[in-house]
């Protein structure tokens, strides 16, 4: 009988496999069952926690997942291929966002057996914003591109017409990043499965 | 107590919360001008209340039933929404604030329906050809557009550039 340590295990390349398509059907099933609220969506933390956990090839896996049903099964229409490509970068945002908070001290502290967790949760409403902002400014320019002659112009017409939609998202993904995030992480840990504890 | 609570969250990392916080401002300021930028666009402009204007409107329910409306009576401060449901019977689900806007779904009874839709139009007075427009009903004042259309379509894309418009064979551009 072969023993594996949780450590080898988790490294396995069928494991990440099956991590990524957990996380990407928790994802979808959440992204549906919001899909009457425009632009609120678990999503975006569970990439930035897939990425956090387990680094940032995974995080890309899971993004890229996601929008490949999300983007082309989805009532609201169907994307195109250019607009696709922006989400999925965008996407890819939050799953940077995440293996750079895990490179960060926050992480460091997390090890120290840290319980200041407005602190914790402090940080990642913040880089929930950060990284929100970043995805709808993209995100917005992409669904402008090439409409009005001018690359510049298609920028800053999308991010006004879009402003209400960035708004919700990233006032609802402040709360998530904020609140749900660092439980997931917190459980976790106190569930002894491998955290970034593990990976500093 | 709150600058000890304070400190204690914050730590022995204040130059990285700074900047977070700097740059979290940032953004609330940047979508919060972009927001007043937008309602103030979206608003009905000056010259608006006060007096009457009129408005041609297209119904295409998309199988080769349309119906053209002339109404000599819209009063300037409507947006197209409340157009829309002085002229037809409207089924649309409210998004309130940001967006507060209406999504319609359904227009004298023809209802959103798999992948048909009821696309909005406009005609683009400088090039005098229809456009998909980029806002709601609910954003459309006619100090801007006075020919205006509802086409039930089928489509699988969102992207506008893809519908046809709701005149067969009329011309179209993508932006006004």
Not at chain 1, 45 to 57: K, P
Not at chain 1, 72 to 81: E, Y
Not at chain 2, 95 to 112: C, D, F, K, R
Request: proline share 3%; glycine share 8%; net charge positive.
């Amino acid at each position: 009988m072969t023993t594996y340590t949780a450590a080898s295990v988790i490294d396995r390349r069928s494991t990440k496999v099956m991590i990524t398509a957990v996380f990407t059907a928790l994802a979808l099933a959440t992204n549906y069952a919001l899909i009457g609220i425009p632009n609120v969506k678990i999503m975006d933390t569970l990439v930035f926690i897939a990425a956090l956990f387990f680094g940032f090839r995974l995080g890309i896996g899971v993004a890229a997942s996601v929008w490949l049903v999300y983007g082309f099964v989805n009532p609201n229409g169907v994307d195109t291929f250019l607009m696709l490509s922006f989400l999925m970068v965008g996407e890819c945002f939050y799953a940077l966002a995440g293996v750079a908070l895990k490179k960060s001290f926050v992480t460091r502290d997390l090890v120290k057996g840290t319980k200041e967790y407005q602190r914790l949760s402090i940080i990642f409403g913040l880089v929930g914003l950060l990284s929100t902002f970043a995805y709808d400014a993209l995100t917005n320019f992409g669904s402008w591109i090439f409409r009005t002659g001018s690359l510049y112009q298609d920028f800053v017409f999308g991010n006004i017409i879009g402003v209400p939609f960035s708004i919700a998202h990233e006032a609802s993904n402040v709360i998530f990043f904020a609140t749900v995030a660092p439980a997931i992480i917190l459980a976790a840990t106190r569930l002894g499965l491998r955290t970034p504890l593990d990976a500093a | 107590m709150r600058p000890r609570l304070a400190s204690n969250i914050i730590g022995g990392h204040k130059a990285v919360f700074a900047i977070l916080f700097l740059v979290g401002a940032g953004i609330v300021a940047f979508q919060a001008g972009a927001y007043y930028y937008y309602q103030k666009s979206s608003a009905c402009p000056d010259p608006c209340q006060g007096s009457i204007v009129t408005v041609e409107i297209l119904l295409n329910y998309g199988n080769r039933t349309s119906q053209w409306i002339n109404k000599t009576d819209v009063p300037s401060d409507w947006n197209f929404y409340q157009l829309t449901t002085s002229v037809a019977k409207v089924q649309a689900t409210y998004y309130g604030p940001p967006t507060s806007e209406h999504l319609v779904t359904g227009i004298n009874g023809v209802q959103t329906n798999g992948q048909y839709f009821w696309s909005l139009w406009a005609i683009c007075e400088k090039s005098k050809a229809w456009f998909a427009t980029n806002v709601g009903a609910d954003a459309i004042h006619f100090t801007t557009y006075h020919t205006l259309a509802w086409y039930y379509q089928a489509t699988n894309s969102q992207d506008s550039s893809m519908w046809n418009p709701p005149v067969d064979g009329a011309a179209r551009v993508n932006a006004c």
